[in-house]
């Protein structure tokens, strides 16, 4: 379970770079109101919300560390409304820039409520 766990982290990872990469490649283009979603964008977010419902549920049947449920549970709605958001815009050129910023600004939320939050 633990080797399990651990490859899930690190593909966790893998799915933040994705996301948080494809989003600070936009950032010149977002200033020049031609931002797009980019796939990278789509597969990162839906990576992490894979991969963190199977941390989840790898960690409860480990036994070993408790979870924290409330923070499980902001993480995961930060994550559904970046999912809805690259969905919604994924074939819009340009996306709005409120959307675009938003995808950043959540990833890093969540990136914030991961790591500050124990
Ligand atoms: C944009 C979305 C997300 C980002 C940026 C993100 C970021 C992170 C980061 C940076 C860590 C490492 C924290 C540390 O080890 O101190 C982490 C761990 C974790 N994340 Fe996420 N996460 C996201 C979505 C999710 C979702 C949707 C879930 C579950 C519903 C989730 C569940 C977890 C769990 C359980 C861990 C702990 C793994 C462990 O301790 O073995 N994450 N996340």
Redesign the pocket.
């Known amino acids: 379970m633990e080797i399990l766990?651990?490859i899930?982290?690190i593909l966790?990872?893998v799915?933040?770079a994705s996301?948080?990469g494809g989003f600070l490649v936009q950032v010149k283009a977002i200033g020049a109101g031609r931002g797009t979603v980019v796939p990278a964008m789509v597969h990162?977010?839906l990576t992490?919300?894979v991969?963190?419902?199977l941390?989840?549920a790898?960690?409860q049947m480990g036994d070993l560390?408790e979870?924290n449920n409330a923070k499980?549970a902001v993480?995961?709605v930060?994550?559904?409304v970046?999912t809805v958001l690259v969905f919604v815009y994924r074939k819009k050129a340009p996306a709005p820039s409120w959307a675009l910023w938003s995808i950043g600004a959540?990833?890093?939320a969540?990136?914030a409520?991961?790591?500050a939050w124990r």
Do not use: Y
């Open positions: 766990r651990t899930l982290l966790h990872f799915g933040l996301l948080l990162g977010a992490q919300l991969t963190g419902l941390l989840v790898t960690i560390d979870l499980i993480k995961l930060i994550a559904a970046i959540l990833t890093v969540n990136i409520v991961a790591v």
